[in-house]
């Protein structure tokens, strides 16, 4: 039973409830997936608002959705006490992970409680539908955060020089990170928009093979 369970419960967005966290997700394995930049450096870049978007459309079923789950964990875990974060999932449409009796777009204080709410919730997500980056990064942008964290596994749709400069344009002082979910190594080192817009930003752009951290993990790529 969660340490929090007395507290209130994070507001169901279209999760299945039945739906367990993967075995894959234990605080073990969690343990050994590399750190990305933005999660290691964060008092570093000195970042306080952080939006966390993950792709949830259809492409991003098991293990894919397990890796990208156990990576925002991860982070979620590291954030401290004086930033506030906010997750949104997205596919054709945004949507925020809140908690019951605040506002669906409310920034959340980076307390115990309230990670741990959101953490458990990121277990339980179905992923389904198409993918729109443009629409939630736009989203995002509008909240002007200090960062966005983004994990996909694909860069299409792509976008134009002109539509990146105008999400840039949205907040500016705000820097895309990106990590890309991939099958092959052979698909690494991607040149496309989600990477430009990383580059542009002052973020950062990484590309993980699913093939590789699985079998850190004990597990097998099979996409």
């Known amino acids: 039973m969660s340490p929090f369970s007395d507290t ?14 993967s075995e894959s997700l234990s605080d073990e394995n969690l ?19 952080i939006v966390y978007l993950m792709d949830v459309s259809a492409s991003m079923s098991a293990p ?25 999932t997205y596919n ?12 669906n777009v ?5 307390t115990g409680a309230n990670r741990q709410l959101i953490i458990e919730r990121l277990g339980r997500i179905q992923p389904h539908g198409g993918t729109d980056h443009l629409s939630a990064i736009e989203n995002a942008m509008t909240r002007k955060p200090d960062a ?22 949205t907040s500016p002082a705000t820097q895309v990170f990106v990590c890309r979910l991939v099958t092959e190594l ?12 990383a580059m542009k930003t002052g973020g950062e752009y990484r590309d993980f093979c699913g093939a590789e951290l699985l079998q850190r993990m004990g597990g097998r790529f099979t996409g």
């Open 92 to 103: 054709e449409k945004t949507k925020p992970l809140s908690i019951r009796g605040q506002n």
């Open 8 to 21: 209130p419960v994070a507001e169901n967005f279209g999760e299945s409830e039945s739906v367990e966290p």
């Open 186 to 197: 052979s698909a690494v080192n991607s040149s496309g928009w989600l990477k430009q817009l």
């Open 148 to 169: 966005i964290f983004l994990i996909t596994d694909s860069d299409e749709p792509n976008a134009s020089e002109q539509q990146l400069e105008e999400l840039i344009a």
């Open 106 to 110: 409310k920034f959340l204080e980076a």
């Open 64 to 88: 894919a959705l397990d890796i990208a789950t156990a990576e925002l964990r991860a982070d979620i875990r590291a954030l401290r006490s004086d930033q506030t974060f906010l997750v949104q």
């Open 31 to 49: 343990s050994k997936f590399p750190r990305s930049r933005f999660a290691t450096h964060s008092d570093t870049l000195g970042l306080k608002s």
